[in-house]
């Protein structure tokens, strides 16, 4: 099943963006648009084994003092103001 959408509004830069991709990728505009959705929505795996590391190597990096509950809860309460 296919549904069809109007998109209203496209900045016109935004616009010629998407028609210069289409072209270099040899698509129609819908084509490109729909390529595009289907990639900045599709599921991306994580790796768990690459995060670890990543977050080790981070941790061994940190030269501060140890970091309570509380001082993580402050810095996340203060990132929402």
Same mark, same amino acid.
């Given at each position: 099943? #296919? &549904? #069809?959408? &109007?998109?209203?509004?496209?900045?016109?830069?935004? !616009? +010629?963006?998407? +028609?210069? /991709?289409?072209?270099?990728?040899? %698509? #129609?505009?819908?084509?490109?648009?729909? /390529?595009?959705?289907? $990639? /900045?929505? /599709?599921?991306?795996?994580?790796?768990?084994?690459? #995060?670890? $590391? $990543? =977050? +080790?190597?981070? +941790?061994?990096? !940190? &030269?501060?003092?140890?970091? &309570?509950?509380?001082?993580?809860? =402050? =810095?996340?309460? $203060?990132?929402? %103001?």
């Amino acid at each position: 099943m #296919s &549904t #069809s959408i &109007t998109l209203k509004n496209i900045p016109e830069p935004l !616009y +010629r963006r998407i +028609r210069m /991709a289409a072209d270099r990728h040899h %698509r #129609s505009l819908n084509s490109e648009i729909i /390529a595009r959705l289907e $990639q /900045a929505l /599709a599921p991306h795996p994580v790796d768990v084994e690459e #995060s670890l $590391q $990543q =977050a +080790r190597r981070l +941790r061994e990096r !940190y &030269t501060g003092p140890p970091l &309570t509950l509380d001082d993580i809860e =402050a =810095a996340i309460d $203060q990132g929402r %103001r």
